[in-house]
DNA sequence: CGGGTCTTTGAAGATAGTCAATTTAGGTGG
DNA sequence: CCACCTAAATTGACTATCTTCAAAGACCCG
């Protein structure tokens, strides 16, 4: 699975009990008694390094995984080389939807910093769901919410403009940030330019000419990976019209 | 729900069990036991005429709904009324996984031409799994699926040009089209040209040039809404390189 | 059979892509 | 800890693709 000696697969022992992201991840609406059933299917946490994969596209699918810390991208690459970032993952997000389709990964998942994540066995977690009604109801919107995501990552890709793109980027990454408890104005970009661009379907060089755009106009500051919104209502004007969702 | 007075809201009781899809639809891998449940739990068939909105974004969610018969797109709108396709669906294939999400439906869903539905109440659904695994496996496969075609549309959009966009559009239905029992290579376009753009990220005027180059070098002809794939393999050679999947 | 929608096609224009050169940053090893 | 080396980012000039604007033609439904 990891081809990569010193990757340290701690076998850390891990509870959704007492963990922090137990309002935003899979436990959401769960009671004690539930919870602590949830806690007996998760298999461990892992850690991975900047750059490992999590998993390949093509290998067996068996579990999700849920990003405890760090920070993830997953992408399907076409034959020739292409690549096609289809998200950028943080904590309390899954990854491996899409395997349970075919029972083979559809994607590639690849941390960008590094990172811990929950393993989730499907086949266990989908006996319990049948135990736990409100589990698998949760589930069910977990995997809508996907969807719902991808849609409107359709309509940033087949609608709209690379501004308009670059600023609900942004602002999705902020308001996702601010969620979890950081800044949303003021962060560190974990993935390239090229990434944001494979995933915005634009060029590394138009990404980057068109944060030096918003830095002229004076509605952001661009050092490097570090972001600051000066003006972010400018940028959600820039978007408005083009969705009424910010889920990106 | 309907806005349309001489809508027939045919409340044909229908059933799984008989139903020519059910090798293509939700019943895949049940017995008869199992499909007699899933009968009980299908509410009705309704018909739509071309042109009638099955459900709007916004509309509470309650069910989910098979193509019976007919072709249906599904598409996102902008405030300022830009529109995204985001799936075109036959015989079938199910519409609204999108609303599980919010309870709310997340797209709009219309009728391309006269055509009939299931109505699947979601929460009948969601407790017959509970009862049938082999139903909720299924579900979530379904699910998943749907995940993986949306990730293949945004390698469409985020990296192809114009022509392999269309190229795998064209493959794509005709292998659909295949699987129903229909000829793969002559049928009939039920969209227009202005939608096929919506749904490829392109204007439609860079449809209709695109087609027309293809008719030019002799790989397809193009009467207005019938398509004929005179050289398949071309369109196969133009889309490789850019997915393994050909599930757009 | 006629109005309106859909489609085709052309020409001009805009946005983003490509190619290339320079600068900067970050990681590695001495 | 510093210096080097490689990878990432910025910026410019030019180009290609797609869009926009426009006009004419075809079909379809009532």
Redesign the pocket.
Known sequence: MSDNNHTSIHALKVSCSNCSLRELCLPVGLNRDEMTQLDAVIRQSRRLK?GEYLFRSGEGFKSLFAVRTGFFKTSVASQDGREQVTGFLMSGELMGLDGISSNVHGCDAIALEDSEVCELPFNRMESLGRDIPSLQHHFFRLMSREIVRDQNVMLLLGN??????LAAFLLNLSQRLSTRGFAANDFI?R?????I?SFL????????????KF?QQGWIV????HIQLVKPEELKHLVSGCSHANSV
Chains 1, 2 share one sequence.
């Open positions: 900047r709209m403009k690379a501004e308009e793109r970009l993935m390239s330019r090229e990434e661009g379907g634009l060029k590394l060089e138009t990404v980057s000419r068109t944060l030096s830095q661009v050092d490097h990976k």
